[in-house]
Each structure stands twice: as structure tokens, then as C-alpha cells.
């Protein structure tokens, strides 16, 4: 039984009849408090006008007492100030606790989303551009929350909402055929699209609107159907979507559908005649027009004065079909925080058309680089193919530092070769891109964030090297006591990654906590559930970020302070045992933030 529904149960024993849905047992904020606490006898002394130290202690006469009743969890409650409950557990039951979650699959993660459906639209990038820096916030979170929802068992719907549409490209069919070389035109790259994008639209700007107008004329020849405009279109497409792949294969990001803007333009004219009928939408200066005044969210545009739609169109239409196709509870959508009041006003539109699933808009900050700000203008948009490759090349330059003391001589058994014949090729990938992500889910997502390469790649601080790095530590420590064995499949590919492939170790003893340190961090360990919750509920990868810092610090206050293998048979058993599912703990940890963790570095 929970510890909450144990204190509720006091509770209702106490005063029968009410409602305490409310109760909650906390963990303790100061270990002066004990393990636990639970500070709502307060709320009820207002409610039966009583002494809130009296409502507690009548609470505490209910509960069950480790002398009588076996089952009690309590080695201690005290009633504190203004009548808080300061819980102090036993050892057997946290033993009995630890050894529960330590049996569970997925480390306790409850699967409270069985049988409910979600759609996330994440990264949905602007097809024939490169992905860069800003691209990296929606990625990395939205595939963060993606893996989170799913390891709660929801079926998820990762779909990448792209940016396929609209009057760049008129400007690119005609830049295509005109301005690109037969060389370029036959090795067509998002490079060259670009390069094609940009003379194109310069061209549109001069005075005499001739190149202006024939973009135009192109872009509604592609919206009407021209096999000739439509076979181009869908090869920009293809190209720029084989690009983006090879971006998420870095990043370990997969998504189960790529439905671009483009999907849905068959069916924005139904939307916005629903509106008008519906006498939502109407004429306003030639345009179409929701007035959201009244919800003080100004008016939202549905039909352009030139008849064209727009994003707030295209927006409502794909809800429409999302809602129609998968039936979801809730879609998601991670988008950069500017485009709050575009959420606002269509989420507004769509409750009013009788949208019932929740929409959720996980609006992030803006993110500068080594200080400075990110802008297009600026022309310092690093390419996010870049990024990754210097965060590979930096961590590198760590990995064999690190494995070159004075001497020169190799610190880490040989590994599995690869490409460059070390094996260390996988491992700077597995911490570069690590470093990268863990930067960007360490915060919360509305914060603007700034990226540098020392604090990103730092080894210890708040990132994501120092986390792996505790990983490996836990893994070289349990094969140096001889119970953790690689799992040979998965020891096949690259040894140094085994154990982030391959299931993940499992002690063998019983869990037997004794020092106050190795307590902290059973504690703790018992939290990791509820974190995982806890980072659903807010939409924050950052609230389980924070929490595996604060284990791998636990953890290593509980190293430093409780002897292991030197410890006698027992003891040395039962904290390895501790160990073991700390190292779970972080690798499912680190695994729902989408960072690898290799058994060696
Ligand atoms: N393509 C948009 C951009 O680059 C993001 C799309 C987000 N998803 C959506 N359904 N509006 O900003």
C-alpha cells in the first residue's frame, strides 16, 4: 500500500464520512524531518475550526503502529509546528519497497496511459532548408515528451507536422528551372535548394515584378494540379525529408508520420465554410476573420484577403483530421514560444467546432549560442548537422585524453574496433549528442537557454557527460565485483555500447539499508516512478532531468561515505544491490531523455 493511501485511511478513520481525496504524502524536504511528510491535518483543522495539532494528533491515533501491527511502515511520526506530520519509515520497508521497484519492469513506471492514444507534432521543420541550431529545441523535447508518454504506455503518434506548402514554392520551381545549373539540377541536394531559394526570392524583389509575378503564376499552377509543378514539389520534398532523416538518425529521433502542411489543403475550404456557417468566421477588409476579442485573444485570420489561407487554417484543418483518424485524448504540440497566441486563438476556434481532445502547447525559449543571439539576419545560424559534428569531434578529444595518462598507455580494456579502428568513434557520439540534448532537457522548456560548449560538455556539474559518466562508473564498479555479466548479444556489436542496447543488470542479494547516505538514496530511488509522472503531467523533460542530477548526486555522497567492496560479504552484497538499481534507475532515466548510456568510457 501506498504511503499516501495509509495516511488517507488514518485520516478517514479519524474524521468518517469526508472527503480527503486531497491528502498527500511528500517526500521530506530536509532529512531533519524524517523520510517523509504530510502537511494536510492543517487544511482540515480550518474546516472543523480545531486545533490543527490536535486534528494531526487525532490522525496519528489512527494510524497503524509498527509494535502492534506489522504492516505499519512507520519507525516514527512526529507531529511538528503548526500540526505537519514528519514520517520517518522503517528499514524493512523501504528493503521491501526497493526490492519491489527493483522487480518491476521499466523501474516502477506506472502504465497509466494503457489504452489511451496521444498525437505529438514535434521538430516539423520548413521543407528545402537545413535544419539548424533553433531546430534542435522542438526535436530534443518533443522527443523527450514522445518517449515519456510512451514508456507510461500510451500509443503515441509521433507526427512531423512539416512546413510543405505555400508561396516558397512558386519561388523555388521557378529559381529550379532557371537559375540552377544542369549540375546542380541533377545532384539536387537541400544545399542547392536553398542556394535556389535565396536567388530566386532576390530576383522576386526587383522593381519590375516580372520574376515576382512568374513565381506566383508557378505556385498556382503546383496548387492546381500541374503533374509538371507537382512532380518537382514532391521531389524538393523527398530530398529535404531524406536530409531531416539523416539528422533524426543522430539524434535517435523516429516518427511514425511525416504529414507536411500540404496534407491538409484539400481540406481547409470545408473548415472555413464550417466557420461561416457557424457564424464564426466573417468578412472583415476582404478578409475572413474570427473574432476572439471577447477572450481578449484579437481576431484570428481564416481566409486571406486574396483568398488564400493561412497557418491558423491549416492548423484547424489538420486537428480536424487527427481527431477524425486517430480519436487521440490529447495532442501535443512543441513549438517555439512566439507562436503562443497562434495556439491560443486556434485552440479557442477548435473548441468552439467541437474539438474535445485536450491541445497542448509546449511553448520553449530561444536558445543563443556561446552568448550570443541566433538570427537569420545575423547570417551565425550554425547548421545543426554542424553542431552535432563538433559536438562529436569535442568529446572525442575528451574520450582520449581520457584514455592517455602519463605514459601513454590505454586506461580502458580494448574494445570492438570501429570505423576508425578504436571504438571510440560510437562513444563520442553517444556523449556529444548526449551532451547536446541533456543541455536543452535540463532546463525547463519556456526558459531561453544558452548553449556553451564547457558547460555542455562538462564532467561534472549538471550535464549530460557527468550522468553517463556516473553510469559507466556503477558499471565498472559491478563488474569488478564479478556479479554484472554484458549480455552477449548485445556484446557483439560494440562492447563499449552493450549495455545501452542490451537489457539492463539486475542484482542478486537483498537490499539492506543502513548508513544514513545509502538511506537518502533508497529514498530517492523510490521517486523515480513519480518523476517520470511528474514530468508527463508538466510537459517537462526537465522535471526528470533534475531529478536523475539530484540521484547521481545522492549516489555519489553514498560512494563516498559507505565502503563497498571492501565491505564484509553481506554488506558489500546488499549495496551492490543498491548500486544495480541505481545504474537502472539512470539508464531508463537517461533513456526517456533520448541519451545513450555506455557501459565504458
Ligand atoms: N513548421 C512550423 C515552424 O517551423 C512548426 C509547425 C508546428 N506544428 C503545427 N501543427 N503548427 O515553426
Redesign the pocket.
Known amino acids: 500500500m501506498e504511503l499516501t493511501d495509509i495516511i488517507k485511511a488514518a485520516f478517514e478513520k479519524a474524521y468518517p464520512g469526508e472527503d480527503f481525496s486531497f491528502v498527500r504524502v511528500l517526500p521530506a524536504t530536509d532529512p531533519k524531518f524524517g523520510d517523509y511528510q504530510c502537511n494536510d491535518a492543517l487544511k482540515l483543522s480550518k474546516k472543523f475550526r480545531a486545533n490543527p495539532r490536535e486534528v494531526a494528533a487525532k490522525v496519528v491515533a489512527c494510524l497503524p503502529t509498527s509494535d502492534v501491527d506489522v504492516a505499519s511502515p512507520f519507525a516514527k511520526v512526529e507531529i511538528a509546528g503548526p500540526g505537519f506530520l514528519n514520517l520517518t519509515v522503517s528499514t524493512d520497508w523501504l528493503n521491501a519497497q526497493l526490492t519491489t521497484l527493483n522487480a518491476q519492469s521499466k523501474c516502477g513506471i506506472p502504465q497509466s496511459g494503457a489504452g489511451k492514444k496521444i498525437v505529438i ?1 514535434y521538430s ?3 521543407a528545402a532548408k537545413q535544419m539548424h541550431i533553433g531546430h534542435i529545441r522542438s526535436t530534443v523535447i518533443g522527443n523527450a515528451i514522445d518517449r515519456i508518454f510512451r514508456s507510461l504506455g500510451y500509443e503515441v503518434i509521433a507526427d512531423n ?1 512539416l ?1 510543405d506548402w505555400g508561396t516558397q514554392f512558386g519561388i523555388l520551381i521557378k529559381g529550379y528551372r532557371e537559375l540552377l545549373t544542369q549540375e546542380e539540377r541533377d545532384n539536387l541536394s537541400v544545399p542547392y535548394l536553398e542556394k535556389c531559394y535565396v536567388l530566386s526570392a532576390a530576383k522576386a524583389k526587383e522593381e519590375d515584378g516580372v520574376w515576382k509575378e512568374s513565381c506566383k503564376a508557378e505556385l498556382v499552377k503546383l496548387q492546381q494540379g500541374d503533374p509538371d509543378n507537382l512532380a518537382l514539389w514532391r521531389k524538393f520534398i523527398d530530398i529535404s525529408i531524406a536530409e531531416f532523416n539523416r539528422m533524426y538518425a543522430k539524434l535517435g529521433v523516429k516518427f511514425d508520420t511525416y504529414r507536411g502542411e500540404s496534407y491538409y489543403n484539400d481540406t481547409m475550404p470545408g473548415v472555413v465554410k464550417r466557420l461561416q456557417e457557424m457564424g464564426l468566421a466573417v468578412e472583415s477588409e476582404g478578409a475572413l476573420v474570427v473574432n476572439l476579442e471577447e477572450e481578449k485573444l484579437g481576431v484570428a485570420i481564416v481566409r486571406k484577403s486574396d483568398g488564400g489561407f493561412n ?1 491558423t487554417t491549416s ?1 484547424l484543418a ?1 486537428v480536424e483530421m487527427r481527431v477524425k483518424e486517430y480519436d487521440p485524448e490529447r495532442i501535443i ?1 512543441v ?1 517555439d514560444a512566439r ?1 503562443q497566441l497562434h495556439f491560443k486563438q486556434w485552440f479557442n476556434i477548435a473548441g468552439k467546432m467541437g474539438v474535445t481532445a485536450k491541445l497542448v502547447h509546449v511553448p520553449f525559449g530561444l536558445m543563443s549560442f556561446q552568448g550570443k543571439a541566433i538570427s537569420t539576419r545575423e547570417g551565425n545560424l550554425i547548421k545543426l548537422d554542424e553542431l552535432l559534428a563538433e559536438a562529436k569531434k569535442r568529446s572525442l578529444a575528451i574520450v582520449e585524453s581520457r584514455q592517455q595518462p602519463a605514459g601513454g598507455v590505454a586506461v580502458t580494456a580494448p574494445v570492438a574496433e570501429d570505423s576508425d579502428g578504436t571504438g571510440n568513434d560510437a562513444l563520442a557520439e553517444a556523449i556529444g549528442y548526449g551532451a547536446v540534448k541533456y543541455t536543452d532537457l535540463s532546463h525547463d522548456p519556456i526558459t531561453d537557454i544558452d548553449f556553451s560548449w564547457d558547460k555542455a560538455l562538462a564532467l561534472e556539474g549538471n550535464s549530460g557527460p557527468y550522468l553517463q559518466y556516473a553510469y559507466a562508473r556503477v558499471c565498472s564498479l559491478l563488474e569488478k565485483a564479478g556479479t554484472y555479466r554484458e549480455p552477449p548479444s548485445a556484446a557483439a556489436g560494440n562492447s563499449r555500447l552493450a549495455s545501452a542496447a542490451g537489457e539492463t543488470h539486475r542484482g542478486t542479494g537483498a537490499f539492506a539499508v543502513t548508513t544514513p547516505s545509502e538511506k537518502r538514496l533508497a529514498l530517492q530511488l523510490l521517486e523515480f516512478p513519480g518523476a517520470v509522472v511528474r514530468a508527463a503531467e508538466a510537459y517537462k523533460p526537465s522535471v526528470l532531468a533534475d531529478y536523475l542530477f539530484q540521484t547521481a548526486q545522492l549516489y555519489s555522497s553514498f560512494y563516498q561515505n559507505s565502503p563497498i567492496l571492501k565491505s564484509e560479504e553481506s554488506v558489500k552484497n546488499a549495496r551492490l544491490h543498491l548500486c544495480a538499481l541505481f545504474g537502472n534507475v539512470l539508464k531508463t532515466g537517461l533513456g526517456l531523455l533520448g541519451i545513450e548510456t555506455p557501459a565504458h568510457i
Open positions: 507534432d516539423s521543420p520548413n507536422h512546413g497557418y492548423d489538420c504540440y513549438t507562436q
